[in-house]
Every structure is written in C-alpha cells, then in structure tokens.
C-alpha cells in the first residue's frame, strides 16, 4: 500500500520569502502525486499533479513541484510567497495497482503561515 | 459550473444518536469519496464508489459506519450510535473517472460534533 509523509507539520515564512514544503511518499510503481491547497473552512483545491513525462510540473497560484524518483520526493515550491498563500498543504498519492485501485492516500498536512 | 456540495456544513449531535450526512457530486462524475479529517490526522480515507462496481469500504472504521449511492449520483454516510471519537469534518469528493490519476473535486465538508 502507497503512503506519504510530509515532515513539516507548521512553517512560517515572510511574505515575499520562498517556499518549499516537502513530501516523501512510498509506492511501488510510478506514483501518480498530487498537491492539494485547504483554506480554513474549506474543501481542499488541487495545485498540481505529475504523471509522467517532466519530471517539474507548474500548478495554479505560481506553485510548481518536481518529482525525484531517487529521492521519493515531491516538493512544492513556490519564488515568491503572498499572504494569501496561507493554509494547509497536502501531498497525496494515487495508484491503479491491487487493492488501492483507485485511491488517493494523504499526508498530514502542512500548516503554512505568512508573516507580513 | 456546480461543484460538490454537501450538508449539512455543521452537525451537532449527542452521544449515542445516528446521523446522516450528504453529497452531491458534480454531474456526470463515475467516482465519488468519502474521507474524514480530523484535528492534525490529515486526511483518512473511508470509502470510495467507483461506478458500478462494488463500492471500496475498506476504510470504514466500524461497522456504524455505512454509505449508500443512490442512482450513480447522490450519496449519503450513515453513521450510528455516534461517539466523541467521531467528531470529525467529514469531506466527499468526485472525480470525472475512476483511476489514481484522475484528481479529486472536494465540497466543503460537513463538521461533525458529537457531545
């Protein structure tokens, strides 16, 4: 069965700052990943998600993420973070193999603050 | 376009009642989800109807727990004789296919409170 760790359980960083919010998953195909976004009170809205081919992909709100293979790694990132970009951040893992057809597995999540 | 939509947004219950809690998924979508979020458990999946095949209840962490679809489309969690330990947000999505690779369209999320 597929899994995901998200190390960072809070970051806080200064508007203006980069980010990168880190993700480990375990799986053991090529995983199909995902970044999700929650507002507080909210549904969770996809960022991004990588398949295949390039192995950098660009989401919404100017988040991109690049997937490691040898590192079993998908990081989220962004160049520069707006106050707006506070919320929780979830990585996720989907599979098409054996008894987790079809299911997407998630991290813990990670807590973003902004500092003005 | 309408998106998933889910009610009620906030259910208070005692201990011990059973409560229903419903989605409506966008229209046309084959997969439909179910998962509970709990305070800084991230996201636990408990069942996922992937059209007309047999529904994936390997989540459910009790049998008081239970979901229906109706119709391929409305769909409703069941869960009995309520315990504190449920209190919960409980959020549905759909997706246009079944598959890994298909992302997840989230409603709002009911919040469950058991007192």
């Known amino acids: 069965a597929q899994s995901v760790t998200q190390p960072d359980i809070h970051i806080t960083v200064s508007e203006g700052a980069s980010l990168e919010l880190r993700c480990n998953y375990s799986y053991g195909a090529t995983p199909y990943l995902f970044w999700y976004v929650q507002s507080p009170g909210q549904g969770l809205q996809l960022l991004l998600k990588y398949f295949s081919g390039d192995t950098l992909v660009q989401g919404i709100k100017g988040f991109e993420a690049e997937f490691k293979r040898s590192q079993s790694s998908f990081n989220l990132r962004k160049p520069s973070v707006h106050w707006s970009d506070a919320a929780e951040y979830f990585c996720?893992?989907?599979?098409?193999?054996?008894?987790?057809?079809?299911?997407?597995?998630f991290g813990q999540g990670t807590i973003l603050t902004v500092h003005p | 376009g309408a998106g998933v939509s889910q009610s009620p947004s906030n259910k208070v219950t005692e201990k011990g009642k059973d409560v229903e809690l419903r989605c409506d998924p966008i229209?046309?979508?084959?997969?439909l989800y179910w998962y509970r979020q709990s305070l800084g458990q991230g996201l636990e999946f408990l069942i996922y109807f992937q059209g007309n095949s047999a529904p994936d209840k390997s989540g459910l962490p009790s049998d008081r727990f239970s979901a229906e679809r109706t119709g391929g489309s409305v769909s409703t969690l069941t869960i009995q004789r309520t315990q504190q330990e449920d209190s919960a947000v409980y959020l549905c999505?759909?997706?246009?296919?079944?598959?890994?690779?298909?992302?997840?369209?989230f409603g709002n999320g009911t919040r469950l409170t058991v007192t």
């Open positions: 996720a893992v989907g599979a098409d193999g054996g008894t987790s057809y079809g299911k997407l597995t």
């Open positions: 229209s046309g979508h084959t997969a």
């Open positions: 999505a759909s997706s246009p296919r079944t598959g890994g690779n298909s992302p997840l369209h």
